[in-house]
């Protein structure tokens, strides 16, 4: 699903999609983003890609929407990918999701963020303290 209030973007996104032949398995949403995703009953995603106009921090606000409801928008191993100008970058205080890699190409960085991953042995000492609690609450 591609996502763009712009007429000029929406035309550019359907035109790379038939010149890929890529057209068939996709959805182009000529809306806002904030708008779609408020309103949207589609199914999570593998990717969220968040392209908006630099320099006005929207990347913040779309990432954030993101983040708020991530079971929503990301399956288990999705992702949102960032594109902005590297000097718009900051840390975010996020509640489901985490920075896991940043890449610099020019001037373009793309930010990649997660849900964090519960390694095997976290999970089983977080069981194991969970059962020691019940353990001694009774």
Not at 106 to 113: A, D, K
Not at 123 to 128: A, I, S
Request: glycine share 2%; charged share 30%.
């Amino acid at each position: 699903v591609f996502v763009d209030s712009a007429r000029a973007a929406v035309q550019t996104v359907r035109d790379n999609l038939a010149f890929t032949r890529l057209s068939e398995g996709a959805t182009v949403v000529p809306s806002d983003a904030f708008r779609y995703l408020r309103d949207s009953g589609e199914r999570p995603f593998d990717v969220v890609f968040i392209a908006p106009p630099q320099y006005k921090e929207l990347w913040i606000a779309a990432l954030t929407a993101v983040d708020a409801a991530a079971d929503r928008y990301l399956t288990d191993d999705g992702q949102a990918i960032v594109q902005i100008d590297p000097r718009e970058f900051k840390e975010l205080p996020l509640q489901q999701l985490a920075l896991a890699d940043k890449r610099r190409y020019g001037s373009t960085l793309l930010c990649f963020y997660r849900r964090p991953r519960t390694t095997n042995y976290e999970l089983r000492t977080t069981n194991y303290e969970r059962d020691q609690r019940l353990t001694t609450a009774h």
